[in-house]
């Protein structure tokens, strides 16, 4: 069904290619999200991914290969948008319904963690998020990984092992920034 | 938060917090992109390569794709330049062989008609403007038609044929410049003894601030200088 969709609009039917475009939308927007951490710059490189697979679908060969092509086309797509830069970075949080709840004694830490992670993680670039994102969050072995960014196993290999340990380090260097209470005192 | 499990533990749990719904205005737009660029077949699509390709292979199935239509209108092409040259080389009839014994039939079957051809050759005069000369050759002894060099010495009145002294089968045919000469058409009878010269006919400028034209006609075999008949006329 799903491959019948994608030779329909390869063949240039706007009805199955906007039946593609609604179905991946959401994947494709939370891969683009995750890797620029900006919602404006998502919906800029999920518009560009989609019209790119509408001007290009014809030359995939195998059909089947489309959710893996996808991810590239996306990756590719948030990649350039962050180096485009062409807005400041808004960093807008979107909070949980509970938010103004007030976090028990082990969720003090569990959020410290995450604020620590969250800002690790966005001195990364935008090729070293991607790899993470594809990994730990769409969950692709690195042989899916090779496949999806067109570059070979070992490479992936190195690229994931260099991200974490940059990620690592940014934490680490952000432990030894002095607090604000320090700083003052 | 220093264990490398700890790190990958936290590291999905933070991907996983964030949105999995796409907002309408990026499908909306591609959607909207999709309608108003419809797509056109492309002819030269299985040329191109699959989008998940791998790096090119050193003979990939498109670069041998390629490289057959490649080959192909090169040939296409060799073979209509080849085939336009042919066209343009007259049929020279076959040499007359006079037998040894009296022939019993006195009045041998009439040589088939030589196959007309034309040539196109430019002349330029002083001032740098380009004419075309038009030769309908009905003989089908022209070999070869050749823009001389325009002659600022002897002036000639009327067209005029002088026998290449180097060589009997080329023969240069001169006439005055007229500003009007713009339509020149140079036949050559069946019989290659009769020259005329047709161009369009001026009503004022005539001659002046002109110079003569000259080309050279090229033949299978000598020609005969003294018995061609030469005309330039002018038409309306």
């Not at chain 1, 909070?95 to 082990?106: E, I, Q, S, Y």
Request: net charge negative; glycine share 6%; hydrophobic share 40%.
């Amino acid at each position: 069904m799903f491959r019948d969709i994608v030779e329909r609009a390869a063949k240039g039917d706007q009805e199955a290619f906007a039946s593609l475009a609604q179905s991946s939308s959401g994947r494709l927007y939370a891969v683009a999200y995750r890797i620029l951490r900006d919602p404006y710059l998502a919906e800029d490189a999920v518009q560009q991914t989609l019209i790119t697979i509408w001007n290009e679908l014809p030359r995939l060969r195998d059909p089947d290969r489309f959710e893996a092509w996808s991810y590239r086309v996306v990756v590719r797509a948030s990649t350039a948008e962050a180096r485009r830069g062409k807005r400041a970075a808004t960093a807008l949080r979107l909070l949980p319904d509970d938010a103004d709840r007030a976090p028990g004694p082990d969720e003090y830490g569990a959020v410290a963690d995450r604020d620590r992670l969250d800002r690790g993680f966005r001195k990364l670039n935008a090729d070293q998020r991607a790899v993470l994102v594809l990994h730990h969050y769409v969950g692709l072995t690195p042989v899916d990984m090779a496949e999806v960014l067109g570059i070979p196993v070992g490479t992936v290999g190195s690229r994931l092992h260099y991200a974490t340990r940059a990620l690592r380090a940014a934490i680490e260097a952000d432990d030894r920034r002095p607090s604000a209470e320090e700083r003052t005192a | 938060m220093t264990g490398s499990n700890d790190l990958e533990r936290l590291l999905g749990a933070y991907l996983e917090d964030g949105p999995r719904r796409a907002p309408e205005r990026p499908v909306d737009a591609a959607i909207a992109f999709a309608r108003s660029n419809p797509r056109r077949r492309d002819p030269l699509l299985f040329l191109k390569p699959d989008v998940m390709g791998r790096r090119p292979a050193a003979f990939s199935p498109q670069l041998g794709w390629a490289l057959l239509v490649v080959a192909l209108t090169i040939g296409v092409v060799a073979a209509v330049a080849i085939g336009s040259r042919r066209d343009q080389v007259p049929v020279v009839p076959p040499p007359v062989v006079e037998s040894a014994a009296p022939s019993a039939t006195p009045s041998p079957e009439p040589s088939p008609s030589p196959a007309p051809t034309s040539f196109s050759v430019d002349l330029f005069d002083q001032a740098g403007f380009t004419r075309t000369l038009e030769v309908l050759d009905a003989s089908g002894t022209v070999v070869a038609v050749e823009n001389g060099r325009v002659l600022l010495d002897e002036p000639v009145t009327d067209i005029v044929a002088i026998a290449d002294p180097d060589d009997p089968m080329r023969l240069i045919v001169r006439w005055p410049f007229k500003p009007c000469d713009e339509e020149l058409v140079l036949t050559v009878d069946r019989a290659a003894e009769r020259l005329v010269l047709e161009r369009r006919g001026c009503v004022i400028g005539d001659t002046i601030g002109g110079n003569d034209h000259q080309i050279t006609l090229t033949f299978a075999g000598p020609v005969a200088v003294a018995s061609l008949d030469l005309q330039l006329t002018e038409v309306p």
